[in-house]
């Protein structure tokens, strides 16, 4: 019969439990982060300043986390390239696909502040939003692509 073992006594909230795991994957979500900052290079000013606006407004990078971890619970060490920087870019890439999506849904749902300060469709317009979105959809592909 199984039995679940407690591996912790202490209860720690979700916050604590989320800084303690930021903490263990720190030197990769600085990756992440320095992996987001080159992709949102583009020739377009305008798209580089609304993507930069809602990716660097804050967040815990919950989802590029989430990723971080998983690779490592699930990594072999039998792996060829297990020094790969695989989870890196798709780490990158969940963030682009959820800012994306926050940038869409506001337009849809027309709202007018996201944590704190005016989205970006109330700052830049709906048109504007919808293309950045895409724009980073389109990044979030050429790292899926690239990283596997």
């Not at 073992?5 to 263990?24: G, M």
């Not at 660097?56 to 690779?71: A, E, Q």
Request: proline share 3%; with cysteine.
């Amino acid at each position: 019969m199984n039995n679940v073992i407690p591996l912790k006594k202490e209860s720690l909230s979700f916050e604590r439990q989320i800084t303690e795991l930021t903490e263990l994957c720190k030197e990769d979500l600085i990756s992440v982060n320095t992996l987001i900052l080159e992709k949102l290079d583009s020739n377009a000013p305008l798209v580089q300043e609304v993507a930069k606006y809602l990716i660097l407004s804050g967040g815990k990078r919950l989802r590029p986390l989430l990723t971080l971890s998983s690779y490592y619970i699930t990594k072999s060490k039998n792996l060829k390239n297990n020094n790969s920087m695989n989870h890196i870019g798709l780490a990158a890439a969940v963030e682009f696909i959820h800012t994306a999506t926050l940038l869409h849904d506001d337009v849809i749902d027309e709202s007018r502040q996201r944590r704190g300060k005016p989205t970006a469709n109330e700052k830049w317009e709906n048109k504007t939003s919808v293309l950045v979105g895409d724009f980073l959809f389109s990044r979030a592909f050429q790292l899926m692509t690239k990283y596997g």
